[in-house]
């Protein structure tokens, strides 16, 4: 699950590298939704992360983009795929 805003470009490369693995996702666009603030305050104190993206993989939150990237870099986010039974490209 991705929470985004449809402006934001490190939203736009979270969306496009899950896209690129193949992974199903959902994206909620937080300013298109009327309940978007609201969602975006709970995410913020969930995660005490303040800005978007918010990713979340298998319910586990894993940050916003630069985390994804990286845990993708280091094979962290393919494990938790595998664990999961997300399926998913290599590439």
Known sequence: MVFSKSYCPFCDA???KLKGLKVPFNALELDQDSSGREYQRVLTEMTKQRTVPYVFVAQK???GCDE???GIKEGKIQKIFQEANIEHSDK
């Open 14 to 16: 979270a969306k496009s």
């Open 68 to 70: 994804l990237m990286d």
């Open 61 to 63: 939150f894993i940050g």
